[in-house]
């Protein structure tokens, strides 16, 4: 073995050389985690890396704690016995950590008054006249300590109860922007002997989300907010439960510092950039109270883009040497103070749900709240988006429940606080009815909402005339938003079949339409009655029927009766339609009032038969298509007919020229000839999504 042969001499370089390959890799972490700027591709970086997995696995006493190679989830090291299959250790409680200097806690204002009082007390104590403060944000996530010997992550400990928190080395060395081991810059400070540094750990705010999304799709309870998250993600016994959520850090303060001094905050904070520990760059210096008064409104704007969340503001005074004048109270010192943003999530209880109808049909629940001022701002009524949200979050009216308000978004009820239940709540029903107009509501398999799927429906008439007169639908050139308001408003047209009454002395009499005006809408409205019958398809707004669908099924059916008497088997039938869009269909045409404003369009006028199919783009020309496997939705014929209808051509064999060849259940050989030669391979929905028909 090479480790006998080698003797001595060999131990020695191999030592110098791990000592020089962490060096390098602290440095990329650094610049990698830190600064955000490597300046080696990944491929570089794991080279040096394994180089050092390599030497430590051969000499395993040249193995120090702080090796990079010691995180959490860094190439485990098949010597050690942390191999793949080999039993983990069996996790036992955190451990108790003292803190050498007690961790304080910071009294909070919430007003520009109370700046100005601060500050006064300030200048009384001090004698200072304008004094300086750094002004940081209030990062909000849980406070933990970390402690370094000699340059080496020795500790790291939660807050607790400022005196003696948990012990969590293991879980925060899991964060990648944590030094295991300090640098020294050059002209930078010297690395103390002992360092206790103080920070925020959290969650940024797109690493919750995506952590909550796993959550929900393997049907764990969701995280109310980003702290908790990052409490529970640190506060484990698990590091490998740590490793999965991408903890982030923030340092902005020192208890005991052994060898070194700062005369101002700021100069420590420096140094422990310099240090290689991340510090944030929002940080700023600034003086008096008109400083502060606008440091917090700055940061208050900028609040809703930060990749973070802060709940406020900290000003410290910035000349060391003035706290020990200023002193602490028991639990915060007397030099700093935070500055608290106003809350944005509120628990109050929700008396009940509300079923509401939108343009489009939607019927969306909304959660009656007893009132509660959320960042000033009162709150009675929150969105509950739609019956899967509603599933997820398991409401119940006569539930506590966590409300939110985050900048112009609607306020939205985040969870129900299942532990404030008391038995008595309900679980709320989706109403069979819709409550605008008495119609019976529908829901498709696949599809979050609740519908209303009344044409006639009040609460919908405006966008479903709208819809209408669209430009992929009937194209009523000037029946836009404004004037479709106006003529339901003052009950001219109550449902679609009123628009072909309409006079242009009517329609004059809106809000801004002059005669010509009126006389070219009301034109306009003739007009439309001449349109195809995949305007017309388009143009009642059915679920699923988007402009291609229209066209299929009018090239299909040819007549608007026939569409109306298809049966759901013809409709799934058609090739591209299948059975849910067929469903929708078939439910639209039987709804009785759907079928009675059919009738009067048509006795209005309305011609929308034939098989003419207007295509808006030319997309497939010049493109050539191969299909190999069955597909379900077509046969091979009327696959290749879609395609030349939209100016496609197919082939049989596959070629370089191929544009793409689509698969089906049980590909041939054709499959293969494509991947050889890089040509594009789609499956039937990206079929179906070049046809427009999804
Ligand atoms: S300084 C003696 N600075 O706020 C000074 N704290 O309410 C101790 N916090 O426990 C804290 N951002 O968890 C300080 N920039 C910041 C902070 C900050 C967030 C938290 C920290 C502390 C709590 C005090």
Redesign the pocket.
Known sequence: MSKMSGGKASLEKARNRAEELRQEINEHNYRYYVLDSPIVSDAEYDAVMLELVGIEEEYPELVTPDSPTQRVGAPKLVSFGLSMGTPQPIPTPLQAAKHRTP????D?IFTDEQIAAWVKMIQRTTEVEEPEFTA????DG??VELVYEDGALALAAT?GDGYTGEEVTANVKTIKQVPLRLRKEEGGAEVPSLLEV?G?VYLRIADFQAINREREKNGEPVFANPRNAAAGSLRQLDSRITRSRPLSIWL??VGVAEGAEFATQWDMLTALRGWGLPVCELNKLVTGEAGLVAYHADLQEKRDTLPFEIDGV?Y?VNDRSLHDALGSRTR??RW?V?HKFPPRQQTTKLNDILWSVGRTGVVTPVAMLEPVNIGGVTVSRATLHNLDELDRKDVRIGDWVLVQRAGDVIPQVVMAIAERRTGDEKKPEPPHECPACKAETVRYEGDPFLRCPNLDCPAQIKGRIEHYASKLGMDIDGLGEKIVDQLVETGRVERLPDLYDLTAEQVQEMERMGPKSAQNLVGAIEGSKKASLQRFLYSLGIIHVGEGIAGVLARHFKSLRRVMDATDGDLARVAGVGPEIGRAVYDFFHEPQNRQTVEDLVSKGLEVEGAEVERTSDELAGKTFVFTGGLAGFTREEAGKLVEEMGGTTTDSVSKKTSYVVVGSDPGSKLRKAEGLGVTVIDEEGFKELLGLE
Do not use: H, I
């Open positions: 961790m304080l806690s910071l909070t940081e944000p209030k990062f849980l406070s807050r103080r925020e902005y303060d900290v410290k915060s010192p700093a935070a």
